[in-house]
């Protein structure tokens, strides 16, 4: 028979033995092992050849498993919208090689106080007049010590930001555990502190913080009891391997971020970094679908650089399980697509944006969905 011949006309691959004279004799297929994990299963336990088997997947078949898992935990035709503002620019004494905001480059962004509270409430109220549910305040030091004034500050942002009905982050270096204690005090939803990038890679990008002290960071906003918002930025001259060690080191967390940031690097003259090459398009998928499917319950955050993709790079990035963008006039240092401009781009491909602290409530999948699943992954 023909080796192109359609599967169902192909003879069973079905085990046979024969007899001493040579005629077959008809024997049991081999019992189906069922699978120890399934896909959509909360895991910490992922080895890291597993996860760099998903990245190094057929792009199409990753992206297509990964819209599955997207959709066992996550209404898909659903976008939070988040709106980042710095309200603390420049001066910093960390020697991030990507940030134009370190003390360590020369770079056109300048050195500011932090900013009064009236302004950050003001950005906050049209951020939300223009449908962003999250708000997320940055400040560029690397930690709060000798800043008691400008904490109490911070604490009153947040508390007044919390009473719009809104979801607050913020990012502000190192905390101590009191810290955190008063920030979920304050009322605030998540902490943005990412790890940037795999554990051996990190060293070559930043010197003046270890990867430990960040996860000791991430460990006391947990205990405090605020979301954890914890990813990555691609593009900072890393290899695949150290993008798949970034997402296996996420996932052994205790527990998994609520959000994942997938930044790309913008590169900003001055900085060590601002002669990188971009990111191609199918890397940037590739993290997207892997964090997906590694980190199912996550919300899949495209952050820095989105305004480089086109719209139609964009819907991939939805489709392989991004579902949170950053909108708005400017991210931090770098530019950001508009509200108007993503209202209207959502739109189009019949997505809209998630409510405030709907990504806290449980998505309800049909029975009938997941028996299906559940047939398929044991066929």
């Known amino acids: 028979m023909s080796a192109l011949a359609p599967r169902f ?78 309200i603390k620019t420049g001066g910093c004494t960390e020697d991030c090689k990507y940030c ?22 003001e950005a906050a109220r049209a951020a939300k007049a223009n449908g962003s549910t999250r708000f997320c305040m940055g400040a560029a030091w690397r930690d709060l010590a000798g800043r008691k004034s400008g904490f109490k500050k911070i604490l009153r942002m947040v508390k007044e930001v919390r009473a719009m009905d809104m979801e607050v982050c913020t990012t502000l270096g190192m905390l101590s555990p009191e810290q955190a204690r008063e920030l979920k005090n304050a009322g605030l939803s998540a902490y943005n502190h990412n790890l940037d990038t795999s554990r051996e890679f990190y060293p070559e990008v930043i010197t003046s913080r270890s990867y430990d002290e960040r996860l000791a960071t991430i460990e006391a906003v947990r205990e405090a009891g605020i979301s954890v918002c914890s990813g990555g930025i691609l593009g900072l001259g890393e290899k695949n391997e150290d993008r798949v060690g970034l997402i296996w080191e996420v996932s052994h967390m205790p527990e998994h971020p609520e959000s994942f940031p997938v930044n790309t690097l913008v ?72 509200w108007d401009e993503d209202k209207s781009m959502l739109s189009r491909w019949g997505l809209r944006g998630l409510r405030s602290f709907e990504d806290q409530e449980s998505v309800e999948v049909s029975a009938a969905a997941k028996a299906e699943h559940s047939a398929t992954a044991t066929a």
């Open 9 to 86: 006309l192909r003879p069973s691959l079905v085990p046979v033995i024969r007899n001493v004279r040579g005629h077959a004799v008809a024997v049991d297929a081999a019992p189906t092992v069922p699978a120890l994990h399934r896909d959509g299963d909360v895991r910490h336990n992922w080895k890291r050849a597993e996860v760099q088997a998903i990245f190094d997947g057929p792009l199409m078949e990753t992206i297509f498993r990964a819209a599955q898992v997207h959709r066992m935990h996550h209404d898909p035709s659903r976008i939070q919208l988040c709106t980042l503002m710095n």
């Open 100 to 121: 134009s905001q370190s003390s360590s480059y020369k770079t056109e962004t300048k050195a500011s106080r932090l900013l009064d509270v009236e302004p950050v409430l």
């Open 267 to 338: 590169p900003i003259p001055g900085t060590p970094l601002e002669g990188n090459d971009p990111v191609p398009v199918h890397t940037v998928l590739r993290t997207i679908a892997t964090a997906r499917i590694v980190l199912p319950k996550s919300i899949i955050r495209l952050a820095a650089g989105r305004h480089t993709f086109s719209e139609t790079e964009q819907a991939m990035a939805f489709m392989a399980g991004a579902n949170a963008i950053f909108t708005g006039e400017k991210m931090l240092t770098t530019p950001c697509s508009g």
